[in-house]
C-alpha cells in the first residue's frame, strides 16, 4: 500500500491531519497550527496576488476535484484496511479452496488499489494549485486529471465492496470458529481439572484407578498444545484438540467418579451370583429322582435326552464357581473389566444350567398333564387351527392355496399326531412336540396373511 495522500484541512476540523500532511508541513517548518489557518488566510485577502475571475475559476474547480479525490483516497484505504481484517480472520482460521481464493483475490485487489493511489498522488505532487502565478490552462488540466484519479478511485472501491459483499459465508465461517476457540480452550482445561480432582477423590477412597491415572497422564502433552495457542497450531487443529480432551477428560471424571459405586455393584454381584451358584448345585441334586420318576412311568423317548442334566448341572455349577473365585481376584486388585467380564461369564453359565435343571421338572409335569387329560391338547390345538381357517376365509369364498395348504397339512398332522396316543405305551412326548409344531406352523400362517393384507396384497 502506498503512502496515504494528504486530506485538506477543511474536511473535517475535529480530526488529526494525515500522517504525510502532518510529515509535509515539517519539512516546510510550518507549525501544524499555521498551517491549518492558511486557507482561512487565502479567503481572507493574504499575499496572493489575483490574475482574473477565470483563472480563480479554475483554480477553484481543481482544488474541488482535489478534495474529492482525497475523500475517495481515504474511504479506499479505510475500507481496504477494514477488509484486510476480515481476511486475515479467514486465512486464520479456514484452509479451504475458497478461502485460499479469497486471499488471493485480496491480493489482487491489492495490487489495483496501489495503482489508482500512486495515480492520484502523483497528481497531487504534480500540481501546486497554491501558486499565486497559477494559469488557467494548468488549473484545468490539474481538475481534469484529479477527476480522473478520483473516479479510478471510485472504480477500485466499487470492486472492493463487490468483493467483500462476497465474503459473507466465508467470514461468518470464520468467526463463529473464533468465537468457539476461547470457550472451547477453557472447557478442555476445566473438564481436565474436574478430572484430575475426580481421580484423588477416588484414591482417597481407597482405590488404585491406575489406568485412569495412565490414561489422564496421556492428555498432557495436549494441555501443553492448547496452551500454546491457536497462533502455532491453527484455528481448526486447536479447536478440534479442545473437542478431544474434553471428551476423554470427561470420560476419565465420569469413570473415576463412578469408582466407588462399581465397587460396591461388584461386591453386590459376587455375593447374588455365589448365592445362586450353591442353590442351583441343590436343585440340581433333585433333578435325579424327576429322572427316576420319569423312566418308571414313560418310555425312553419321553426322558432320555434329559440323562445328561445331573452331570452338566454339576459341571457347570463348578465352573462357574472357578470363574468367581477369578473374578473375586480381580476385583481385590481392582482389575474391573476383568471383574465384570468374568461375572458375566459365571451368570451365563448359570443361567444355562437353570435352564437344564428346569427341564426335568417342567418335563414331568408336562407329561401328566397330557398323560391325565390329552384332550384338553388337542383342543387347545385344534382351536388354533380353526382360527386360521377363519382368517383365510375372511371375504373370500374360496382360501388362498398359499394358505390353504399348510393348514390342511397342519389338521393332518395333529391328526396322526393323536394316533400316536394308542396303545399300551403311548409317547407322550412326542404328542406334545407334534402339537407344539402344528401351533408354530398355524402361526406362521396367520402372521404371513395379517402382513399381506396389511400392505394391500
Not at 484541512?9 to 497550527?33: C, K, M, N, Q
Not at 479467514?90 to 481464493?101: E, H, K, L
Not at 484545468?140 to 480522473?148: C, F, G, I, M, Y
Not at 412336540?433 to 396384497?457: N, P
Amino acid at each position: 500500500m502506498v503512502p496515504r495522500a494528504p486530506r485538506l484541512p477543511h474536511r473535517s476540523p475535529r480530526r488529526r491531519p494525515p500522517g504525510a500532511l502532518r510529515d509535509t508541513l515539517t519539512l516546510l517548518g510550518l507549525p501544524l497550527l499555521a498551517a491549518l489557518a492558511l486557507p482561512a488566510a487565502f479567503a481572507g485577502g493574504g499575499t496572493r496576488r489575483w490574475f482574473g475571475g477565470r483563472a480563480e475559476s479554475q483554480r477553484a474547480e481543481a482544488q474541488a476535484a482535489k478534495d474529492a479525490a482525497a475523500a475517495a483516497f481515504y474511504e479506499l484505504d479505510t475500507a481496504q484496511r477494514d477488509l484486510r481484517i476480515s481476511i486475515e480472520t479467514i486465512a486464520a482460521v479456514d484452509s479451504s479452496p475458497a478461502a485460499r481464493r479469497a486471499v488471493d483475490h485480496f491480493a489482487a485487489l491489492g495490487r489495483r488499489i496501489d495503482e489508482a493511489s500512486g495515480r492520484y498522488i502523483n497528481a497531487v505532487d504534480a500540481h501546486d494549485l497554491d501558486r499565486d502565478d497559477l494559469e488557467a490552462s494548468a488549473a484545468s488540466r490539474a481538475r481534469a486529471e484529479l477527476t480522473a484519479a478520483k473516479d479510478e478511485l471510485g472504480r477500485v472501491k466499487q470492486e472492493l465492496d463487490r468483493f467483500a459483499d462476497g465474503l459473507g459465508p466465508l467470514l461468518g465461517k470464520a468467526e463463529t470458529q473464533l468465537a468457539r476457540l476461547a470457550p472451547a480452550v477453557e472447557r478442555a482445561r476445566q473438564t481436565l481439572l474436574a478430572a484430575s480432582d475426580a481421580l484423588d477423590a477416588a484414591r482417597g477412597a481407597g482405590l488404585k484407578a491406575d489406568d485412569l491415572a495412565a490414561r489422564l497422564a496421556d492428555l498432557g502433552p495436549e494441555l501443553t498444545r492448547l496452551n500454546q495457542g491457536a497462533g502455532q497450531h491453527g484455528v481448526p487443529q486447536t479447536l478440534e484438540r479442545a473437542e478431544r480432551v474434553t471428551r476423554e477428560a470427561g470420560a476419565v471424571r465420569a469413570e473415576a467418579e463412578r469408582l466407588p459405586e462399581r465397587a460396591t455393584e461388584t461386591d453386590h454381584r459376587l455375593v447374588s451370583l455365589r448365592t445362586r451358584a450353591q442353590a442351583l448345585t441343590t436343585r440340581a441334586g433333585q433333578v435325579e429322582p424327576v429322572l427316576s420318576e420319569l423312566r418308571r412311568r414313560f418310555t425312553a423317548a419321553c426322558w432320555q435326552d434329559l440323562q445328561h442334566v445331573p452331570d452338566h448341572a454339576a459341571e457347570t455349577v463348578r465352573q462357574a464357581e472357578d470363574k468367581l473365585a477369578e473374578a473375586q481376584r480381580a476385583r481385590d486388585e481392582q482389575r474391573w473389566p476383568d471383574a465384570t467380564a468374568l461375572l458375566s461369564t459365571v451368570r451365563a453359565l448359570l443361567n444355562s444350567t437353570d435352564e437344564a435343571v428346569s427341564a426335568a421338572g417342567d418335563r414331568l409335569r408336562q407329561l401328566n398333564a397330557v398323560q391325565k387329560d390329552p384332550q384338553q391338547e388337542i383342543e387347545r390345538t385344534r382351536f388354533a387351527i380353526r382360527d386360521a381357517q377363519r382368517l383365510a376365509m375372511a371375504g373370500r369364498n374360496t382360501p388362498d392355496p398359499r394358505h390353504a395348504r399348510p393348514l390342511d397339512d397342519a389338521v393332518a398332522r395333529l391328526e396322526r399326531a393323536i394316533l400316536t396316543l394308542e396303545g399300551r405305551h403311548p409317547d407322550y412326548w412326542h404328542f406334545l412336540t407334534e402339537t407344539d409344531a402344528v401351533r408354530r406352523t398355524v402361526a406362521d400362517v396367520v402372521t404371513h396373511i395379517r402382513e399381506e393384507r396389511g400392505s394391500g396384497h
